[in-house]
């Protein structure tokens, strides 16, 4: 039933990471080619509806939106909301960003006003740099996010202007490269300095210089796609939604979706708000919840649940003989804090496949990209147990490519003490519906 369908590595391919989806580059997201060969070969009928339940950088929905057609993307970490939003912004929309920009660096060196002392950039940044930094921010807020986006918990990200995403963009780009030297060859992590280091001190030049051309190179890269064979009309075509939501609880209309197209959080005790840390401190003042409380709720947390989870049978028979596996290995805190959070992880896994799978179509197909991994020597067949786990919730694999790649879990503790092979698999699962 799949034969049809024409899939390509889902490897992240620096190459491949040119215009709009270089801004970004985050670590966890397939290629722009990758979604879009599925999209165009997967014999979707005019108006299909497509859904990506942990949507990261919005390569999926940006892929559907360019191909014309309708889709939904969710996730619960604000950043990539944002991120996925301002993919979305139209090519027609270029002309205005410069200037805008121009506008909010200006009134930000005319009026910095004072900083919080408790605001998070602190944890990077030296206290001038903090100030202009966060004085770009306000007026960023102060002149593109209307009072429908503000409520009393928060802001609504969901209706953020694509103008107001692409600059708080452009700021995160900026960020990230004050930010340098606390990263490592990990992409997954960024550190807070040590008591004695110093905090980045960077010139106000500097910062708006920075600012400005990453602003320059989004219009850049927007005029682009204004200038490719569809002249990007694709964009007021379709109609996509982005909305900050956590699987395992949101509310999807049953039988509403033609075609998911995802790949779900890894299983490799990843935090993934980890690696958004200074973008999120950015958006401090537009949230309601706190980076822990969020990392909690994030499938994959590394912070232990605050209730007991008990293993299911929904999970599969190869999810059980694992989670025994590792609950009996001798090695410290398995049985203890590693057991615990990997029942979270499929108990938050099992929960919103359920849901995803009520939200498809009978006859509907969901392609999920899934990789495996090692706990100490211990086989973490992700791929085989998301298979068993899709089949107690009404999903038939249909086929499933492989494809081998050089691991994040390479950079975990127990690489060096066990004996396992390099690397990772990573699959492309593709499921129907009955
Ligand atoms: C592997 S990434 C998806 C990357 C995406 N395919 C792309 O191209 O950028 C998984 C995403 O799931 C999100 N996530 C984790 N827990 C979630 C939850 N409970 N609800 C919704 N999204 C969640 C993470 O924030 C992360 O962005």
Not at 93 to 122: M, N, V
Not at 136 to 145: A, D, F, Q, T
Request: one cysteine or more.
């Amino acid at each position: 039933m799949f034969d049809e369908l024409s899939i390509v590595s889902p490897k992240r391919n620096k190459r491949l990471q040119t215009g709009w989806e270089g801004f970004f580059p985050y670590y966890a997201g397939f290629p722009e080619l990758f979604a879009n060969e599925i999209l165009k070969s997967a014999g979707l009928a005019e108006g299909a509806k497509i859904l990506d339940p942990w949507n990261g950088s919005g390569t999926t929905t940006y892929a559907a939106d360019r191909l014309g057609f309708s889709s939904v993307g969710l996730d619960l970490n604000p950043v990539m909301v944002i991120v996925a939003r301002a993919r979305l912004l139209a090519p027609s929309e270029a002309d205005h960003l410069r200037p805008l920009a121009a506008t909010i660096l200006s009134q930000a060196r005319a009026a910095q006003g004072t900083l919080d002392p408790e605001d998070r950039l602190l944890a990077w940044l030296a206290p001038e740099t903090a100030r202009f930094v966060r004085a770009i921010e306000k007026n960023i807020r102060r002149s593109l996010v209307g009072s429908l986006t503000k409520s009393a918990d928060g802001i609504h990200l969901d209706r953020i202007s694509g103008t107001a995403a692409t600059l708080y963009v452009a700021l995160f780009g900026m960020c990230r490269r004050l930010v340098a030297p606390y990263r490592s060859s990990n992409p997954t992590w960024l550190r807070c300095p040590k008591p004695q280091e110093q905090k980045v001190a960077v010139s106000m030049a500097s910062i708006a210089s920075w600012f400005a051309a990453n602003v320059r190179g989004m219009t850049r890269a927007l005029v682009a796609l204004q200038e490719t064979a569809d002249g990007g009309e694709s964009f007021s075509k379709s109609c996509t939604s982005i909305l900050r939501a956590n699987t395992t609880s949101v509310s999807l209309d049953p039988e509403s979706v033609d075609f998911v197209l995802t790949s779900p959080p890894y299983c490799t005790r990843i935090d993934y708000t980890a690696a958004t840390r200074v973008e999120l401190a950015v958006l401090a003042p537009l949230l309601a919840t706190d980076a822990k409380s969020l990392g909690q709720q994030m499938i994959g947390s590394t912070q232990v649940p605050g209730h007991t989870i008990a293993v299911s049978e929904e999970w599969g028979e190869t999810c059980g003989k694992f989670l025994e596996a590792l609950r009996s290995h001798h090695s410290k805190a398995s049985s203890g804090y590693y057991y615990r959070t990997h029942l979270d992880y499929f108990d938050k896994m099992s929960c919103s496949l359920a849901r995803v799978s009520k939200a498809l179509k009978p006859g509907g197909s969901a392609v999920l990209v899934v990789q495996d991994s090692y706990y100490k020597n211990l086989h973490n067949d992700l791929p085989v147990m998301m298979a068993e786990m899709a089949a107690n919730h009404g999903l038939t694999l249909g086929r499933r490519d492989d494809f081998h790649l050089r691991s994040m879990s390479d950079v975990h503790p127990g690489r060096k003490t066990y004996d396992r092979p390099k690397g990772a698999n990573e699959s492309v699962l593709c499921f129907s519906k009955h």
